[in-house]
DNA sequence: CGGGTTCTTGACCGTTGAGTCAAGTCGCTC
DNA sequence: GAGCGACTTGACTCAACGGTCAAGAACCCG
């Protein structure tokens, strides 16, 4: 499955044949139509496994931290850390975005992210630090820079994720702030 | 031309044969491969002509803007309105981003983006304006903003143009501005 | 061992789809 | 209206791909 990944990653889904997964993997074709349905399912289980990975990382980095907007850093950093380890799995987001039948498995997920990350804002909003608008637009922000800079400077250029992380965090934050 | 993008970004760009494509148009096959020489140049040719379209629009919003800070926000305000014009080409970026066999071709026009903008950028830094960081981060954090909040809001739901570019622009200029 | 279940193989099948081409049609010029 | 080049057609080719399957190998349990 990480084999997979990262071919779909480097030649795209569509150019990856299944007979080029299992010639990568040196065993024959019908091993993996024993361990998957189809290759379709294949793709989806990846993503799925990805985003539960990334999520469970996202957690744990914001532990029980009372500070909301110090929750949001905290999910910016460890988001923009799991981006460089897996660079594989972020590029295939974003194909699995733009093709129908991939969509909606992110789009759960993608719903379930930004609706955390406007609770915090929403509770920032509430004790007057952070400016009064859309939480559910601000964090839609919030998770765009983010993964923007992941992909510019974590993947094409291979910049220091600490220094990302904190040029990420500042223009967020000040993004946020009230006047 | 137009009816291929149509396609493309309703269905995908592989899940769309060249067949599909002369049947929507009620031509011959022959027809195409008259004015085409393959499927894939096709795209390239939509994509090309997409952003030098999407450049020569935000190029007139600018017109001679001699504000720098001003400058990015015309910028901001004319994407947002071409992204709501062209949502199939918009569509069409996101999927050609995650082919290794056409990014390329958006890459090139990507970086002189983000070269203009952290020009602004690096304007108003001089000026004292804004935060004195990399102009480079900076302007793939604005450009990012900018697209993420145009695709949630403009595509997937559907919200008035202005309202998006009033909240897009004020989280850019405050991430932008110095302490 | 024997027999049953779990896994593995790779040749094979059916279909799909990009791209070709011989045979036109249309409109223009002399 | 003969001749020519620009354009159009759609049946056809051919390679590639997702998926199947009959034939085993490997392993386990009694």
Chains 1, 2 share one sequence.
């Not at 460890?78 to 975005?97: D, G, M």
């Not at 993947?155 to 965090?169: M, Y």
């Amino acid at each position: 499955m990480r084999e997979a990944g990262r071919l779909f990653s480097e030649q795209g889904y569509h150019p990856t044949s299944v007979a080029d997964i299992v010639a990568a993997l040196g065993v024959g074709k019908g091993v993996f139509y024993w361990y998957f349905p189809s290759k379709d399912e294949l793709l989806i289980e990846i993503l799925r496994s990805a985003q539960q990975d990334l999520r469970r990382k996202q957690r744990a980095a914001i532990g029980d931290e009372p500070d909301a907007l110090r929750r949001i850093e905290l999910g910016i950093r460890a988001s923009l850390v799991w981006f460089h380890e897996h660079r594989a799995s972020f590029n295939l987001f974003q194909f699995a975005a733009s093709e129908e039948r991939f969509a909606p498995v992110l789009r759960n997920n993608h719903e379930v992210a930004i609706a955390d990350t406007a609770r915090h804002i929403k509770e920032a909003i509430v004790e007057g630090r952070i400016a009064d608008q859309d939480p559910h637009l601000l964090a839609e922000a919030v998770v765009g820079v983010t993964e923007r800079l992941g992909r510019a400077f974590l993947l094409q250029r291979d910049d220091s994720v600490d220094q990302v992380a904190d040029a990420t965090v500042a223009f967020c934050l000040r993004g946020l702030s009230g006047e």
